[in-house]
């Protein structure tokens, strides 16, 4: 399944904030909205790929221009994370697709 980057959003809001509170300097968000918006961007504008991690598939974007990273469920139908990386690393996650 294809995430609908427009609306996807975080499964727990108490997830949204700790990730937002922990990356939002390094993602240059000065608000919540901006830290959302960053992470439905790179999921549009990312090139898509799957990892295992902690026992389970997960989806991740990774806009390599921005070094961004979104990651979602396998389902695809909530964020678990918004950080920036190095392109190396996705290629290192557990299993990645990543080409």
Do not use: C
Request: charged fraction near 30%; proline fraction near 1%; charge should be positive.
């Amino acid at each position: 399944m294809s995430s609908d980057a427009g609306s996807v959003s975080w499964a727990k809001r108490s997830e949204f904030e700790r990730h937002y509170r922990k990356h939002r300097q390094e993602m240059g968000a000065r608000t919540r909205e901006a830290y959302l918006g960053s992470a439905r961007q790179t999921i549009r504008l990312g090139t898509r790929f799957t990892y295992f991690w902690n026992g389970r598939t997960h989806v991740g974007y990774f806009h390599r221009q921005t070094r961004r990273l979104t990651t979602l469920m396998e389902d695809e139908g909530a964020i678990l994370t918004h950080y920036r990386t190095s392109e190396r690393q996705v290629r290192r996650f557990p299993d990645s697709t990543y080409n």
